[in-house]
């Protein structure tokens, strides 16, 4: 399909970049906040979930700069990496190893993951930024880790177990794995046996599987 200019709401009329329908159509079906930039760190496009995620309508975010979606103590910083970043563009993660956050419009901030990809439009690279919200996943994951440890559930630390017969060293004395475990969390365990097991004990009679 031929590429044609895309309409939206609040397009940057300095923007003379032409994008394919079906992409446009795309960014718009992705869950993410999708954000588009130019050389200069200025908005030149956005989704609909990034109104939803910020705030901001497309006219108040078209034209200013990514920062304004950044924590004030942070932007200066951000600045000099998009710098860094459009030095030598290429898909990747931001902040890899970093906690990020990023700030709607009622001075809000949430924790964020943030991925980056260059795009040459007319000979300039503008970059995508696809943004997720992670305080629901964080929550959640906190959550699952709590009811965890409500149930005794969870072992921390460093375990010693023997590399021949399994037993775990505790305490000075050695005992068997599932003992240890029982006597360590609420975990209970029943016992059975495996075909594998079973057909070593009676090869005759039993199919391994």
Known sequence: MKAQPVATRGSDQNFAGYMDENLTQFIES???AMI?????????MVNNNTER???YSRNELVGKEVEILVPARARSIHQKERGAYYADPAIR?????????????????????????????????Y?????????????NVAQIVGELHNKGLILRGLISICAWCGR???DGVWEKLERYIETHSKAK???GICPDCLHKLDPASHKAH
């Open 30 to 32: 992705v869950p993410d």
């Open 36 to 44: 588009l930039s130019d050389p200069k760190g200025r908005i030149v």
């Open 53 to 55: 995620m910020f705030g």
């Open 93 to 125: 993660k931001m902040g890899v190893g970093r906690e990020l956050s990023a700030c709607n419009k009622d001075g809000g901030e949430f924790p964020v993951e943030i991925s980056l990809s260059p795009l040459k439009i007319r000979g300039k690279t």
């Open 127 to 139: 970059v995508w930024s696809a943004i997720r919200n992670i305080a629901d996943r964080d929550g």
């Open 168 to 170: 775990i060293h505790d």
């Open 189 to 191: 365990f029943t016992h």
